[in-house]
C-alpha cells in the first residue's frame, strides 16, 4: 500500500471515532416527521473505499427501473437487517456481496456513522470501509442495473452538494444532492456522503 493512501485511510478511521449526530430525512422537513416516534427496523449499507489509480473512491450502485422500490435510484450496496445477521455490518457485507460481488474477506472496516432514519422507516447505518483488493464486479440481475465508482476528493467538497427540492405527497420535500457527471446521487444516499465529507472536514 502507498503512504499517501495509507494515511487517508487512517485519517478516515480516526475521524470516524468521533461520528457525527444522528440524521433523518426529515432533517430539511420538520415539518413531514411523525408526531411520535415509532419503531425504526435496521438496515446497514457499505460505503466502500478503493484506491483506483492512487486516488480513493466510493463504490456506488444504481437500482434497476424495474424495482418497486426506489427504481433507477443511486444507492450504496446494503439492505435490511435479516434475523441471520448477526448485526448492521454483517448485513452491510452480505448484502454487498449479494449485490455487487464483493467478498467479505477482502473488506476491512474502518468505523461508522451514527444511523440514519428514512421515510420509509429504516435505522441505516453507514458502515464505511476500505477494499483491501481488487475483486471482478458481478451486478446482481434485476436489482442492480450498473455499478460504478466515483472520486472521493468530489464527494469529500461540501461546496458540490446543493439543496433541491420536488413535490412528495402533495407536499415540497427538500433534499441533498451531489451529482457527478451523469449520475444524479441525491436523497439518502447523498445526506449519509455529505455527512462523511462534514465528519471529514472537522
Do not use: C
Amino acid at each position: 500500500m502507498m503512504k499517501a493512501e495509507e494515511a487517508s485511510y487512517r485519517r478516515i478511521a480516526e475521524a470516524l471515532e468521533t461520528p457525527p449526530p444522528p440524521s433523518s430525512d426529515f432533517d430539511l422537513n420538520p415539518e413531514l416527521a411523525p408526531t411520535s416516534s415509532g419503531q425504526t427496523r435496521p438496515a446497514g449499507v457499505l460505503v466502500a473505499l478503493e484506491d483506483v489509480g492512487g486516488d480513493l473512491h466510493v463504490l456506488l450502485t444504481r437500482r434497476s427501473p424495474a424495482l418497486k422500490h426506489h427504481p433507477g435510484q443511486i444507492a450504496f450496496p446494503g439492505g435490511k437487517v435479516d434475523p441471520t445477521d448477526p448485526d448492521v455490518t454483517a448485513a452491510a457485507l452480505r448484502e454487498a456481496e449479494e449485490e455487487v460481488g464483493l467478498p467479505r474477506d477482502r473488506v476491512e472496516i474502518l468505523g461508522y456513522l451514527t444511523p440514519h432514519v428514512t421515510v420509509t422507516a429504516f435505522s441505516v447505518t453507514p458502515v464505511i470501509a476500505r477494499i483491501s483488493a481488487p475483486f471482478d464486479i458481478i451486478a446482481e440481475p434485476g436489482e442492480v442495473a450498473e455499478v460504478f465508482r466515483v472520486p472521493m476528493a468530489h464527494l469529500l467538497d461540501l461546496g458540490q452538494y446543493q439543496v433541491q427540492g420536488r413535490r412528495w405527497r402533495g407536499v415540497m420535500r427538500q433534499y441533498y444532492t451531489v451529482p457527478w457527471g451523469p449520475y444524479y446521487i441525491w436523497g439518502a444516499t447523498a445526506l449519509m456522503l455529505r455527512r462523511l465529507a462534514a465528519a471529514l472536514d472537522r
